[in-house]
């Protein structure tokens, strides 16, 4: 059974970088079978795709995202991790870091972290 | 950029009753939508992709169709453990969209 869990700070000030780590267990995210991704929910809202990667480090950010959005792999971990510059509270949300299997399904997910943008 | 919208934002339904969530897309997602169900302090759990094919697991009472641009999700008997906020999400281009979110909720 594949898991993942989120790990960061809670709490990033404005202008900052956030930076969150996925770590993978029950799989490899060496096996080139799927890809991996970042979603997140702003508090009481809709979920936003961020990005994906791929085990060989290609990646695919969201437009409206881009860039600000950095997505890396560390296959020697199992741990792929996000990066989001100049934050602001419209950041402020919870992050999730996901499996991508076939096209562009979310299948396995973790169980999300609060990141909170404050001064 | 695909923009997903589902209607209503709210649905008020009895238990045993019949729900029917929808789903629009701003161009055609061809058959590569999804649905996924999220209940408060919780990750969203995939149900159904490929418009109308049910993930592992799921109970037979969860049913997606359509293709194009219009899908519906309806879920025939609602169980209580069933009451819950849905998302569709489009796989079509490799850049993903959700919707906005159904609540369904107890009437």
């Known amino acids: 059974q594949v898991q993942l869990q989120e790990s960061g700070p809670g709490l990033v000030k404005p202008s900052q970088t956030l930076s969150l780590t996925c770590t993978v267990s029950g799989g490899s995210i060496s096996s080139g079978d799927y890809y991996w991704s970042w979603i997140r929910q702003p508090p009481g809202k809709g979920l936003e795709w961020i990005g994906y990667?791929?085990?060989?480090?290609?990646?695919y950010y969201n437009p409206s995202l881009k860039s600000r959005v950095t997505i890396s792999v560390d296959t020697s971990k199992n741990q792929f991790s996000l990066k989001l510059s100049s934050v602001t509270a419209a950041d402020t949300a919870v992050y999730y870091c996901?499996?991508?299997?076939?096209?562009?399904?979310?299948?396995?997910w973790g169980q999300g972290t609060l990141v909170t943008v404050s001064s | 950029e695909i923009v997903m919208t589902q209607s209503p934002a709210t649905l008020s339904v009895s238990p045993g009753e019949r729900a029917t969530l929808s789903c629009r897309a701003s161009?055609?997602?061809?058959?590569?939508l999804a649905w996924y169900q999220q209940k408060p302090g919780q990750a969203p759990r995939l149900l159904i992709y490929g418009a109308s094919t049910r993930a592992t697991g799921i109970p037979a009472r969860f049913s997606g169709s359509g293709s194009g641009t219009e899908f519906t999700l309806t879920i025939s008997s609602l169980q209580s453990e069933d009451f819950a906020v849905y998302y569709c999400?489009?796989?079509?281009?490799?850049?993903?969209?959700f919707g906005q979110g159904t609540k369904l909720e107890i009437k």
């Open positions: 161009q055609s997602v061809s058959s590569n």
């Open positions: 999400q489009q796989y079509n281009n490799w850049s993903y969209t």
């Open positions: 996901a499996r991508v299997v076939g096209l562009g399904l979310f299948d396995y």
């Open positions: 990667i791929y085990y060989s480090g290609s990646t």
